[in-house]
């Protein structure tokens, strides 16, 4: 959970840095953008079952780390911060969190013929039935 926290201040960084930095227009732009994007999905995979959301984040951490040669921008600090930003997400986003819970599998549960929520919750209501008369 502590690196959804983080990715999440990282977010609120990029947010923030161009104020505080004086960053150029290409590089403010960039961090209004992807850091309330960061931020969001961050603070969606902070919860089990949409652990899974912190995937989402490697695509941004991978455009902090090429956009300042594509954007063009123009300030050394804009540069160490957003390739600094993109690395440290994408480390935070390959840690895995404790997973304590089944939530049924997902969509992909739809198509299967035995879940593993069903699996999981293995009691029918035959076998209910088949108790109460036993007792």
């Known amino acids: 959970m502590w690196p959804r926290f983080i990715n999440i201040i990282i977010g609120m960084w990029l947010m923030a840095a161009p104020a505080l930095l004086r960053y150029g227009s290409a590089a403010t732009d960039n961090g209004h953008i992807i850091g309330p994007v960061l931020a969001t999905f961050s603070a969606i995979a902070i919860w089990e079952a949409t652990r899974n959301v912190r995937l989402w984040n490697y695509p941004l ?4 780390l090429i956009a300042p040669w594509i954007l063009g921008y123009d300030n050394t600090i804009a540069i160490v911060s957003d390739m600094g930003s993109g690395v440290l ?4 986003s390959s840690i895995r969190g404790k997973v304590a819970q089944q939530f049924g599998g997902g969509w992909r549960a739809l198509w299967t013929n035995h879940p593993k929520h069903m699996k999981i919750n293995s009691n029918t209501k035959e076998d209910t039935l088949r108790d109460n008369n036993i007792n």
């Open 61 to 64: 951490g991978i455009w902090l």
């Open 89 to 92: 997400i994408l480390i935070l």
